[in-house]
């Protein structure tokens, strides 16, 4: 009887001698490009990675590229995303993932800040008035 | 049924936060293929669309279309969105069986008349009046006419519904016929597969959703945002193709060393679709990535192609006669050597003759 652990399994490394498409660099120089137009009019650029095709182990190598930079962040919201800048300051990598940790986007996004790590004016707006109610119930020192 | 919360209250209610809503919008555009750049826009226009009903009839098919999409890799997404649609009407997924099931169907097309999305999977059978499939009573063929009159638009989900299947193959014995054969009076998407990428299902239902209206279509009727690219050109072993280096075997060298399947069958020059970016399995891969060559599910006839591990061949029609006029035109209007190809291969695609290697790099260098 042939067992299942009898079948002979390669390991094959996603990075090792596979072919990669060769899409690394141009999206490096379209990242120059998105860094010089954010320095010179403000305007914020964003890739989508997901649309674009990697060979196994090629995304790895591109983030691996652009580095660890001095910020990172996490944001629980359905489900948890982690936002960091990567070593060319204004480069920033924001992955996306369910509550079951599966990815759902990833994005370059080359700006100043991610609009997600800024506060909704809404939730500005509702906060002043959830801290206004707070104050003025009396606290439990201000009751006895 | 339809309420009418919008889309931000349902979420909200929920517990959704803002930036939890941006990060459902960032990974809807994502699934539209939109650019990131419209994530703003379609957070305004989800934030304020209207619960839509939906009634979901399944004809001559196999339920791999709806295993496709329940087992679809970001349920976050999906599930809100099918949370948030009103799906009044599916066979499989719906509780109620029987008269009740046919009941609710009626009650919501009467409910939503001329407003309502029909999604659609399986073939029709035409042959002796439809009788090789009936539900409750009524031949597919029945169901389709009454429920399209008052459908706002169409989904023809699986390469069966957008074009006749697996059941049509020759010599199609139930008269098998696609959606669009049927229903000419109303717009419809055709999301083929075999089973279709679950994204490309959500992502026209998120669209209709936020814009209210289907996407862009290429000739075939499918939206070019999942199928406007072939998954040759968007395959990661294209740069083994470019160097001329092909798995002649199973398990032979190249095909350890991952290079193009070409040879063995591949289908991925003449197929549309997202398999090579969008994958399956939680993103984990796609045929090709697998090991095994592209066997060309969302075009129509791919299983009369003549073989799935013959290099692009494919079915024998008027093929003959359609390639000697083509040629003949090409030639007459002086065509370059690579448009001459290319014309080639459009006629061999359309035609289902073989087409080699050898055409497709000179079309290539041109």
Not at chain 1, 22 to 27: A, K, Y
Not at chain 2, 5 to 28: D, I, N, P, Q, Y
Request: proline content about 6%; aromatic content about 6%.
């Amino acid at each position: 009887m042939i067992r299942i652990g009898n079948i002979p399994v390669a390991v094959v490394d996603g990075s090792g001698n596979q072919a990669f498409t060769g899409n690394i660099t141009p999206i490096l120089h379209e990242i120059r490009h998105a860094l010089t137009r954010l320095a010179d009019s403000g305007e914020p650029t964003t890739i989508d990675l997901s649309g674009i095709p990697f060979a196994p182990g090629e995304r790895d190598a591109l983030l691996e590229r652009l580095g660890q930079g001095e910020i990172q962040a996490t944001l629980q919201a359905l489900g948890e995303s982690r936002l960091y800048e990567t070593a060319y300051p204004g480069v920033w990598v924001v992955i996306h993932k369910s509550p079951q940790d599966i990815e759902l986007t990833a994005h370059i996004e080359v700006t100043r800040v991610p609009a997600l790590l800024t506060t909704p004016l809404d939730d500005v707006r509702e906060a002043a008035d959830a801290l206004a109610a707070d104050l003025a119930e009396p606290t439990e020192q201000e009751s006895a | 049924m339809s309420d009418n919360k919008t889309l931000g209250e349902h979420l909200r209610e929920r517990g959704v936060s803002r930036r939890g809503f941006m990060k459902f919008c960032a990974a809807t555009a994502s699934l539209m293929a939109l650019p990131p750049a419209m994530i703003p826009a379609i957070a305004e226009t989800l934030q304020n669309a209207r619960r839509p009903s939906v009634i979901w009839l399944s004809f001559q098919e196999c339920t791999g279309c709806t295993e496709s999409l329940t087992r679809s890799h970001a349920p976050t997404v999906e599930s809100l969105i099918f949370d948030y649609i009103s799906l009044d009407y599916h066979h499989t997924l719906q509780a109620a069986s029987g008269e009740a099931a046919e009941q609710a169907r009626e009650a919501a097309m009467k409910e939503n008349w001329g407003k309502y999305l029909l999604v659609v999977d399986g073939s029709i059978p035409q042959r002796d009046g439809g009788v090789y499939s009936t539900i409750a009573g009524m031949t597919n063929l029945e169901m389709l006419q009454e429920v399209a009159k008052g459908a706002a638009a169409i989904v023809s989900v699986g390469t069966c519904a957008a074009f006749g299947g697996l059941p049509k193959a020759d010599p199609n014995p139930t008269g098998a016929a696609a959606v669009s054969q049927i229903v000419t009076d109303k717009p419809i998407v055709n999301i083929p597969g075999c089973p279709p990428i679950p994204v490309a299902i959500t992502g026209v239902l998120a669209q209709y959703l936020t814009l209210g209206k289907l996407p862009e279509m290429d000739h075939l009727g499918r939206p070019k945002a999942f199928y406007g690219q072939n998954i040759h050109d968007r395959c990661y072993r294209r740069p083994f193709y470019e160097r001329g280096q092909f798995a002649e075997t199973f398990d032979d060298e190249g095909a350890k060393k991952g290079w193009c399947l070409f040879k063995l069958g591949c289908k991925g020059p003449t197929t549309y679709n997202a398999c090579a970016t969008a994958k399956w399995n939680e993103g984990t891969s796609f045929p090709i990535q697998s090991g095994h060559g592209c066997i060309g599910c969302s075009e129509p006839d791919f299983w009369d192609a003549g073989g799935f591990y013959k290099a692009l061949s494919v079915p024998i029609g008027d093929a003959a006669g359609a390639i000697t006029a083509a040629a003949a035109a090409a030639a007459a209007a002086g065509l370059a050597a690579g448009a001459v190809n290319r014309y080639h291969k459009q006629v061999a695609q359309a035609a289902h003759e073989p087409l080699k290697v050898e055409e497709l790099s000179r079309e290539e260098k041109s």
